[in-house]
């Protein structure tokens, strides 16, 4: 196992935390089609989230969260961007419409957190960006508990990569 899929993996368990902490139920993903193989890159979501809501709200949608280690987000989605109709997303959205792409990093840009999310639902073709985790208005996750992960995150790297 090399350093980056250590990342990956450690990446998905830190965001499943950040979910469970903001009361989402977790679940694995329940496929769409018989074969997710969607060409470049297997595309499995890592599980779906579902934030309970009040009795009188009703039951609220799940959504299919994918989790990505990438040491530079900015640069990763500005690539996905210029690849138009063959990007990840305009791939995973034909079978994920509603998928969230959460992407964890140890190299933010200046002022932006580690775990960025890309939200399907609302991308168009073309250019990509990303939100803080935090600052996405559906999902309730506060920016106390993405700066604890955050901590986490940075600790658990460090140690990983002898920094």
């Not at 979910?19 to 193989?37: H, W």
């Not at 499995?44 to 934030?51: C, G, N, R």
């Not at 792409?101 to 200046?110: A, K, S």
């Amino acid at each position: 196992m090399d350093l980056l899929e250590i990342k990956g993996r450690i990446s998905v368990a830190l965001v499943e935390s950040i979910f469970r902490r903001a009361g989402f139920a977790l679940a694995p993903p329940v496929a769409l089609e018989a074969s997710p193989r969607l060409g470049r890159e297997d595309l499995i979501p890592d599980f779906q989230a579902t934030l309970p809501g009040a009795p009188d709200e009703g039951a609220r949608t799940p959504r299919v969260v994918e989790v990505r280690y990438r040491p530079q987000v900015g640069q990763y989605l500005l690539i996905e961007g210029q690849r138009g109709p063959h990007s990840l997303f305009a791939v995973a959205k034909r079978q994920w419409p509603t998928l969230f792409f959460v992407f964890v990093t140890d190299h933010p840009e200046p002022g932006r957190s580690c775990f960025q999310v890309v939200d399907l639902a609302s991308w168009a073709a073309g250019a990509v960006t990303a939100l803080d985790l935090h600052d996405h208005d559906g999902l309730r996750i506060f920016r106390q508990n993405v700066e604890e992960h955050e901590a986490l995150l940075r600790r658990m790297f460090a140690l990983l990569t002898g920094g």
